[in-house]
C-alpha cells in the first residue's frame, strides 16, 4: 500500500509554503516561494492576489515533484494563513478587483482615530469581538475597500462582489469558486465577529457599512470545507478539512491544548497566544482576546499580544539598509560584541502593538556614540525582538495573577540560539524550543488530519510534539531589571 501524505498550506506575509506530511505526523518536506510587496504610499502595504495564488500553485508543484509524491496519494489539505489580510474579488471571473490589503498597512488610521472618540463604541467593539480599534484588524480595511474602489462598489450592488481574509481566498481558488467559507479563528481577528454567538455581528456591520452578502460563511476549525477542482497542480476530489489563521496555527501545531500554555511564534512580527481553554477572558493589560480554534462544537479561546515587527527588523536591515547581506548573518554580528552598550532599537517601523496600541508610533535607534558599530546594532536588534515580548508576557501575567512556567518558541527566527537565550534572560523562565519550528504549518496538517479522522483527539496529537532545546535564564534579577528599564526609556520616547 502506497504512503499517504497531507498538504499543509502556509500563506504567510512574505512567502507562501507547502508541506507534506505523512499519516504518522512525520514532516516529509517543503517548498516555498517569496512574492513582493508593494508599499504605494507611506504606511500601505498591499499583496497582489494572484502573486499570492502563483506562489501558492507554485509551491505545491515544487514539494509534490521534489518528493516524488503521487499527488492522488494526498488524503487531505489544511491552510493557514496571514490572518487580518483582506482580498475582495468578483465571484465570476474570480478576479481581484484591487490588491490584498494587509494585516500591517495603516491607511485607515484616520478613520480609526474617529471611532476611538465615539463615546462608548471602544468598549462595545471590545466586548463584542475581543479587539481594539485599530487598522490592524479587517473592518475597515473592508470599509476603506467599499467606499474607495469603484469596482467593489458596483459589484457589491449586484451582488457579485466576495470578500474574505486569505484563508477563504485560497479555499475559493482550491475549490475553483463552489467554496466561500471561513474558519473562526479567522474570522475573530475581522473585528466583525460576535466572540459568543461565532457569528457575523450585524450591529458591526451596520457600523461600519459593509453587507452580510459579501462576507464569508464562518465554520469550526476542522470543517470539510470543500474539495479540490479545477487546479493544474492537483486532482480534483481532495478534501480540504483544516483551516487555522497562522498565529492559532502554530499554538496547535505545539499543541498547547491545556489552558494557560503560551506559545511565541517569531515571524514577520512576534505573536503571543496563551490558552485559557473554553473561558472568554477579557484582559485588563492591553491584550486582545481572540478564538484559538473550534472543534467538534467545543471552542477555544486565547489572549493575544503582537508585535508587529520582529523578524521585519532583520530584513529591513538586510533589504532596506544593505546592512546585512542575509538573515543568517545577524546572530554570528550580535555575538560579535558582549551587548549592546546602550544602543537601543525599538522597531515600530509599522506603530507599536500590544500592549501599547500606538498606530502612529515610528521606529527609533537611539543611544549611539562615536564607539557604536554594526554588532552592537545587531545586538540591539536582537534585545528588540526580545525585550517587545517581554512587555507582552508581563501583560499577560497580570492578566492570569501569577508567572508562566514555560515559554514555546517557533518561527524562523527561533532558530536563532542567541535570541533565545537572550528571551530566556529577559523573561527570567524557560524558553523550549520543538524539533520542527515551523508550528504554523503543522497545525493546519493537525487540523486537517483531525478534520479527516486521521488523527482521532487531541491526546494522540500532543504525542506528535517533540522537544528540542530549552534555554535556561543566567541573568541576574538585578541586570534584568536594569535592562529592561532602558527599553522601557526608550519606548516611552515614541508614547
Not at 462598489?153 to 481574509?165: D, E, F, I, P, S
Request: aromatic residues 8%.
Amino acid at each position: 500500500m502506497s504512503r499517504k501524505y497531507i498538504l499543509a498550506i502556509d500563506q504567510g506575509t512574505t512567502s507562501s509554503r507547502a508541506v507534506l506530511l505523512d499519516t504518522d505526523g512525520t514532516w516529509i518536506g517543503s517548498a516555498g516561494r517569496d512574492f513582493q510587496q508593494y508599499f504605494p504610499k507611506a504606511g500601505w502595504v498591499e499583496h497582489n492576489p494572484e502573486e499570492i495564488w502563483e506562489s501558492v500553485e507554485d509551491s505545491i508543484r515544487k514539494v509534490i515533484e521534489t518528493h516524488k509524491v503521487n499527488p492522488k496519494d494526498i488524503l487531505t489539505i489544511g491552510i493557514t494563513n496571514q490572518r487580518e489580510t483582506v482580498v475582495a474579488w468578483n465571484s465570476k471571473s474570480s478576479k481581484a478587483v484591487y490588491n490584498a490589503i494587509v494585516w500591517q498597512c495603516r491607511r485607515t488610521s484616520d478613520f480609526c482615530s474617529g471611532l476611538r472618540k465615539k463615546k462608548g463604541l471602544s468598549a462595545t467593539i471590545r466586548k463584542k469581538t475581543g479587539l481594539v480599534i485599530d487598522p490592524y484588524f479587517s473592518a475597515t480595511k473592508i470599509s476603506w475597500l467599499l467606499k474607495n474602489n469603484s469596482e467593489a462598489k458596483r459589484l457589491a450592488k449586484q451582488n457579485l462582489l466576495k470578500v474574505g481574509t486569505i484563508d477563504t481566498y485560497l479555499l475559493w481558488k482550491l475549490t475553483s469558486g463552489l467554496a466561500h467559507k471561513t474558519e473562526v479563528s479567522n474570522a475573530s481577528r475581522t473585528m466583525l465577529m460576535n466572540l459568543k454567538s461565532l457569528n457575523w455581528d450585524q450591529e458591526l456591520l451596520n457600523l461600519f457599512q459593509i453587507p452580510s452578502s459579501i462576507l464569508p460563511k464562518i465554520e469550526s476549525s476542522n470543517h470539510l470545507f470543500g474539495y479540490t477542482k479545477g487546479l493544474s497542480c492537483l486532482p480534483d476530489g481532495i478534501p480540504i478539512s483544516g483551516m487555522i489563521g497562522d498565529q492559532q496555527g502554530a499554538l496547535f501545531g505545539q499543541t498547547c491544548f491545556s489552558p494557560g500554555d503560551v506559545k511565541c511564534t517569531y515571524g514577520t512580527g512576534s505573536f503571543i497566544l496563551l490558552n485559557t481553554g473554553e473561558k472568554l477572558a477579557y484582559s485588563k493589560h492591553g491584550m486582545l482576546t481572540t478564538v484559538a480554534w473550534r472543534i467538534d462544537g467545543k471552542t477555544a479561546y486565547a489572549i493575544e499580544g503582537g508585535a508587529f515587527i520582529c523578524g521585519a527588523a532583520v530584513q529591513w536591515l538586510r533589504d532596506g539598509l544593505g546592512f546585512i547581506k542575509s538573515s543568517d548573518e545577524i546572530e554570528l554580528l550580535a555575538r560579535s560584541v558582549d551587548s549592546s552598550d546602550g544602543v537601543e532599537f525599538v522597531p515600530a517601523l509599522t506603530g507599536l502593538g500590544a500592549p501599547y496600541w500606538e498606530s502612529e508610533a515610528r521606529g527609533m535607534i537611539m543611544g549611539l556614540t562615536r564607539g557604536t558599530n554594526r554588532g552592537h546594532i545587531a545586538r540591539a536588534t536582537l534585545d528588540a525582538m526580545a525585550l517587545q515580548n517581554v512587555d507582552i508576557v508581563k501583560a499577560m501575567e497580570k492578566d492570569l495573577g501569577k508567572k508562566i512556567k514555560g515559554f514555546y518558541v517557533d518561527g524562523g527566527a527561533a532558530a536563532n540560539n542567541l535570541l533565545m537565550q537572550l528571551q530566556s534572560d529577559y523573561l527570567g523562565t524557560k524558553v523550549i524550543r520543538p524539533q520542527i519550528i515551523e508550528t504554523t504549518v503543522l497545525g493546519a496538517g493537525f487540523m486537517a488530519g483531525l478534520g479527516l479522522g486521521i488523527w482521532k483527539n487531541l491526546t494522540e496529537l500532543k504525542q506528535l510534539n517533540k522537544k528540542d532545546s530549552e534555554f535556561e535564564s543566567v541573568m541576574s534579577i538585578k541586570m534584568r531589571k536594569k535592562r529592561l528599564e532602558s527599553w522601557h526609556g526608550a519606548v516611552e520616547k515614541l508614547l
